[in-house]
Every structure is written in C-alpha cells, then in structure tokens.
C-alpha cells in the first residue's frame, strides 16, 4: 500500500523539510522584499523631487531674467514718472506667468508725485486685463513698512526671493522677487515681480511616483506653503505641528528640515508613514513626499502570497516526484538491465526533444515585426551534437533591435542548460536596460551567482537604433564580426575592431567596453562562432578567417543567401 511504502515516507519527510527552509527563507525573503521596496521608493522619489526642483528652479529663473531685462536698462523708466507704466505693462504682455510687476522709487525721487511713488501694473481676477496703479492708490506706504523685505533688502543692494504671502486681492499665494536698480552707482529705485504659486501642489502631485502617497512643501521658515491638507497651508508651521503631535521622528524630521537636510524619516502620527524630504537650495524650500506604511507593506504582501502559491505548486510536484524516483530506486535489482535499456532510450527522446526544442528558441523573422521591411536579417544553429551550447538571438525592444551571438564553453546538455539561462538573463535584463556594456555586466554577475561548474559564455552584442542605424556593440571574448560597408565600387569587407573583454561567468569584476558604428542602407554584419572558422575539410585543414573573410565579399541579395552559402562551405 501506498501509505506504507518506504518511497511514500521518504518523501513525506522530505516534503516536510522542504517546508521549513522555506518557511525560514520565506521569512528573511519578506524583510528583504520590504527593505527593496522601500529603497525603490526612495530612487523614485528622489528622482521625482529633482524633477519638481528644476521645473520650480526653470520658472524662478524666468522672472529674475526678466528682472534683469528691466535692470539693466534703468533709461526706460526714468524719462518722466508715467515712462513706468509702459515697460511694466509690456513686461506682464511678455511673461503672462508674472502677476504683477511694480517699482518702488526712493524718497522724494519725483518730487511731484510726493515722497513715495510706486507704479504697479497687475493682472485682473481673469487675467485678460492688465490694471495701473499707484501704491498711494492703494494704500501701500513702503517707505514705512519696515516689515517689506522686499524694499528693506533690495534698497540696500541685495537682490532677494520674499518669503510666500497671500496676495490681498485674489487671495493666491505669491512670491515676490526683488532687484535694486541703479543709475550708475545711485541706487534709484526697487523692481519687484511676483507670481502665483497656486501650481505648486500640482506639480508636486503630478511628479509623485506613487498614486497612493501625497504631497506638501515648507519655506525656509517651516511654513506650509501646500498639503494634503489645505487648512495648514499658510497657517502652521512644521515645528508647531512637529510639536503638537509628539512624536519624536516627526519632531527630528522637522529640525532636519530647518537646517536644510534632505532624507527619510519614519512617522506615527496621525498615521504610520514613510517621508522623503528634499531641500530646494534655490529658495530653501523642502518638498515632501509621504507614502501610508501599507503601501510598502501590501507589496511586500503581494510577493510573499506569489513566492507561496509557487511553492504549493512546487511542493505537489516535488511529493509526486519524490515518491516516483524513489520507488524506482528500490524496485527488484533483477530489473536493472531491463531498466538501464529503458533509460537510454528516454535519455535519447529526450534529447531528440530537447534538440527540437533548442531550436524552437531560436528567433524567428517575425520576431522584429514590421522591421523586416528595412531589415534583413537571417541565421542558422547546428550543434556538434544532438544539442549544444551556441547561441543567437533577436529581438525587438521599442525601437532598437538587440541582436547578439554566443559560444557557450563545452558541448551537450550542460552546455545547452547554460545557454538557456544566458538567453533568459539577456531576455530579462534588455527589459529595462539597453546599453551593451551594462547588459553584459549585469549578465555577467547573473551567470556567477548560478555557476557552479565554473562555465563561461564567450557573447558579441549590439542594440541597433532602427530608425538611424545607429549600432552600440560590446564584445565579451568572441571571434569579432565581419562588417561589410556598401559603397559604389561594390563594397568592403573586414573584421571589426572591437574592445575584447573577458568571456561572461570568468570574473565579476571584468569591466566591459561599448563601441560604436553607423550602419547605413546596404551595409552588412554578419557575426559567427568559431564553428565556422574553425571546421575541418578531410585533410584536417581549418577553413580559417582569411577563407570566411574572402568568402563575404562576394555580393549577395539576401541575408538568408549569405548564411546558406558560407554553410555549404565549412561542411
């Protein structure tokens, strides 16, 4: 009975075993999942903070160039105390984006029009009309109002960034930048330009990797210029917030704000969260992005319950190999013979279908879509054995088409697995990365950490820009390519010159070289392992590279026609 049969209980036992290690290792692979995707969150955010700095930096840049504009050319407000209004209305007209534009005189400068004058152009609530006033028109005595940075610093020859207020009239938040102007040496007067700040949430929303996590920003003193929560905007300040909560992390994460840090602080209150804060040098601003500490935890979730239904998977089929194998190895010795027989005859199916499916893996036209109306591409595998260890392959990602062959060292089953597991890696790695010399050192350290027959893979690889020709190669240890150049004489054919680096799976420190090559209509590369140099007539002779390289300059029509005729050379 199957209960009571030793092949049953070796198998149970083994099960059982399997399941701690995997218990065990489900564990330790949980944290690490956790600690790899709160370390991809903070790549993300990172960059998507750099991405929101330069676009506030971009449109900061645009109103001190325009303030410099009027600063460097003083003429075109002094004529008369009306010559203002026009430039500044021409100002707003060229840089819709500024809200208003005004210039605060120096005492008594225009005797007439009293001791303060400030001509000020602003937008309407619409933005279709551009208003004039006067500061006395409304109400604004600067020259009194030792509050106003914006006169204070720049009357003494700074130029300067206020800090955000809320606009009086439209009731935006606004920054204002402010730029001294002089008469040589005499300072006469004060430009100032503001802008609206009312997208500053939205870019901080639309540059968030992650639509599950929210935004917020604070000036250099700590206030809240945007949140999440729109009733702190422009009335708390992060230490009192910091402060009110209690919480010690969000009290460190507010000092390291006011000194200007960037990092990642872990917070409890109101809920449990992960913070990246980023410091924008250019105003001394620190945006915020905060992700829910379930984001991170449901994918954490997601990969352990995909590892566990793999292993119940797994372990169904691992019992009912076990049980199989082993009660083939206990069954009557008398069947030995009889079995040995049966073995190698599945050992040659197997091959037959292993060499059938070796094939089936190698690419086919199709495989670059609509390209083979520009490219023409063809190539053919014929092992030493029933299967081996060579390799080609292409394929199309986006626009460039990744094509590369191999050499895998020895023969056979070992060989052919090892190709499998370069072909997978190669597959999987040009998904999000596609320079030649990356790829391979990324393969490279995929292949070491699997390789324990100390095997290695010699490669030569390209990623061609389809719609330029454009082609980026490295050459891992294989025999370099032929490149054909077409021309009106009929074309030339040579070995390529190439950077040879170390074959993959030797030594993971090898550092490996791209080269590149314009290939333009009509030229050819036709790339091969030492298969064909190295075949043998009847006298032992070695068909050499002089024979292949005189063998490629005759013309041919197709890619296909090449690779048939140097076949029917080397066998």
Not at 15 to 36: D, E, M, N, Q
Request: aromatic fraction near 10%; charge should be negative; proline fraction near 4%.
């Amino acid at each position: 009975h199957l209960l009571g049969s030793v092949s049953f209980k070796v198998a149970v036992f083994a099960i059982s075993l399997v399941v701690v290690i995997f218990i065990i290792t489900g564990s330790i692979a949980t944290r690490y999942s956790y600690k790899t995707a709160a370390e991809t969150a903070l790549r993300e955010s990172t960059a998507a903070m750099r991405f929101a700095t330069k676009a506030l930096n971009e449109e900061l840049e645009l109103v001190e160039q325009t303030a410099h504009f009027i600063s460097d050319r003083p003429e075109l407000i002094t004529n008369d105390p009306m010559s203002a209004y026009k430039p500044l209305q021409e100002l707003l007209f060229a840089y819709p984006d500024i809200a208003t534009a005004g210039i605060m005189f120096r005492e008594n400068y225009y005797p007439s029009m009293g001791r303060e004058y400030a001509p000020i152009a602003k937008w309407n609530e619409t933005k279709d009309t551009i208003l004039t006033c006067n500061s006395i028109d409304m109400g604004f005595a600067y020259l009194d109002a030792p509050q106003d940075t914006n006169w204070m610093e720049s009357s003494q020859g700074f130029e300067s960034w206020s800090e955000p207020f809320i606009s009086p009239t439209s009731g935006v938040m606004r920054i204002a930048y402010s730029v001294p102007l002089y008469h040589g040496e005499d300072l006469f007067a004060v430009l100032c330009l503001s802008i609206d700040m009312d997208w500053l949430q939205d870019l901080l929303n639309d540059c968030n990797p992650h639509n599950d996590g929210v935004t917020a920003a604070v000036s250099q003193y700590g206030t809240v210029l945007c949140s999440y929560d729109s009733t702190t905007v422009m009335r708390d300040n992060i230490m009192d917030l910091a402060q009110a909560s209690g919480d010690t992390a969000y009290i460190r994460l507010a000092n390291e704000v006011m000194q200007g840090h960037n990092g990642v602080v872990h917070i409890h209150d109101p809920e449990s969260s992960i913070i990246y804060f980023h410091h924008v040098p250019s105003t001394d601003w620190t945006f915020f992005f905060v992700y829910p500490d379930t984001l991170l935890s449901e994918q954490t979730a997601h990969f352990y319950w995909r590892m566990a239904c793999i292993f119940c998977v797994a372990i169904v089929v691992l019992f009912f190999l076990l049980t199989w194998g082993i009660f083939r190895i206990i069954k009557p010795f008398s069947h030995k013979l009889q079995n040995i027989s049966e073995d190698k005859a599945r050992i040659e199916r197997d091959l037959k279908i292993a060499s059938t499916l070796q094939q089936h893996m190698l690419p086919k036209p199709s495989a670059i879509g609509t390209l083979t109306n520009t490219i023409d591409i063809a190539g053919t595998l014929i092992p030493a054995r029933s299967i081996g260890g060579d390799i080609y392959d292409y394929f199309r990602r986006g626009d460039k088409l990744v094509f590369c062959i191999g050499d895998v060292s020895g023969k056979g089953i070992p060989a052919s697995l090892f190709m499998v597991v370069v072909r997978t890696l190669l597959h999987e790695i040009t998904r999000w990365e596609l320079q030649p010399d990356k790829i391979m050192t990324r393969l490279n350290h995929g292949l070491l950490r699997t390789n324990s027959e100390n095997m290695f893979c010699t490669m030569f690889l390209c990623v061609m820009d389809t719609t330029s020709g454009h082609t980026a190669y490295c050459n891992a240890g294989h025999t370099p390519p032929v490149l054909y150049r077409h021309n009106q004489d009929g074309g030339e054919t040579n070995f390529m010159h190439t950077h040879i680096d170390l074959p993959l799976g030797i030594e993971e420190s090898t550092i490996y070289h791209t080269d590149e090559l314009s290939l333009n209509k009509g030229d050819a590369l036709f790339l091969y392992t030492d298969g064909v140099t190295e075949a043998e007539n009847t006298s032992a002779q070695q068909f050499g590279e002089n024979s292949t390289l005189q063998l490629l300059q005759a013309h041919y029509d197709t890619s296909r026609e090449v690779v048939d005729t140097v076949l029917q050379a080397v066998r």
